[in-house]
């Protein structure tokens, strides 16, 4: 039986087979509750050292967050190039919204807690500026790479957080993300439905091609490039996790991803007859 995360994760996927126009209505009937802003407390009733670690944390999230943005407007970019429907150049502009907001919740919170960080440690691959240099990648290698595998392993991660967050207001913060994130990977698979299909056996290994990167760095979430960042980063989480501030510790983190790779992403991947 899949536990709750591996099956909110083919929930979405589900979603995404009821085809573009769907999620393209979904952006163009946004609620009131899209812009929804989220009242946070000084959080001064914390220990310095947690909220000095949450702080960090959460503008590691806003980092994350904001390197979506240029991600997927080399996506949007190169479908309009390459005269994608219209539908899904309309839906990509709403996720596109998402991510930008997701970025503001995040600083939000890691004001509240103490200060936004608003530069990138070299040890740490967060920078969302190395996102927005052109890439030769085709639109469909960008969307496989970045939304099918990216995004999907972004919602996985966020509903294993939700889960440990114990704070209200964090807590709300981070579910409004996974739903916005249940869209978007409904999204990268609907599109991914419809492209995969169309190409020719030199264009699907091409393509895998292009996922190698991605899929050795398989159950790999801390982005730290150090034995010593790496460590310091599992620190980092383990005391926000145990906190109920928004994360998840690292062996959780890697229990997430790894078995997402192995039950959903490789077999969805090898439906498309994606060779991987």
Request: net charge positive.
């Amino acid at each position: 039986m899949d536990d709750p995360v591996t099956m909110g994760v083919r929930v979405a996927l589900a979603i995404g087979t009821a085809k573009i126009r769907r999620i393209e209505r979904h952006y163009q009937q946004r609620p009131a509750e899209a812009e929804k802003e989220y009242a946070l407390p000084s959080f001064r009733a914390l220990s310095k050292p947690i909220r000095e670690a949450a702080r960090r944390f959460w503008s590691q999230r806003a980092w994350s967050e904001y390197a979506a943005v240029p991600a997927l407007s080399q996506i949007l970019l190169k479908g309009v190039q390459e005269k994608v429907p219209l539908g899904e150049t309309s839906a990509l502009t709403g996720i596109l919204h998402d991510e930008a907001l997701h970025t503001r919740l995040s600083q939000q919170a890691a004001d509240a807690l103490g200060g936004y960080l608003e530069d990138v440690p070299d040890d740490l691959a967060y920078d969302p500026y190395v996102y927005a240099a052109p890439t030769a990648s085709t639109m469909i290698e960008a969307l496989v790479t970045g939304g099918c595998l990216g995004e999907t392993v972004s919602r996985a991660l966020i509903q294993a957080r939700v889960q440990r967050t114990t704070h209200p207001e964090l807590r709300a913060i981070v579910a409004r993300t996974l739903k916005d994130e249940s869209v978007h990977v409904a999204f990268a698979w609907a599109v991914a439905e419809r492209v995969v299909p169309t190409l020719t056996q030199p264009e699907r290994r091409s393509l895998a091609r292009s996922l190698e990167p991605a899929l050795r760095g398989a159950g790999r979430s801390n982005r730290a490039s150090t034995a010593a960042a790496r460590s310091s980063q599992g620190k980092l989480r383990s005391m926000v996790a145990d906190a109920g501030l928004g994360s998840c510790t690292p062996d959780e983190e890697r229990a997430v991803v790894t078995r997402l790779f192995s039950s959903v992403l490789l077999p969805q991947l090898r439906r498309l007859a994606i060779p991987v």
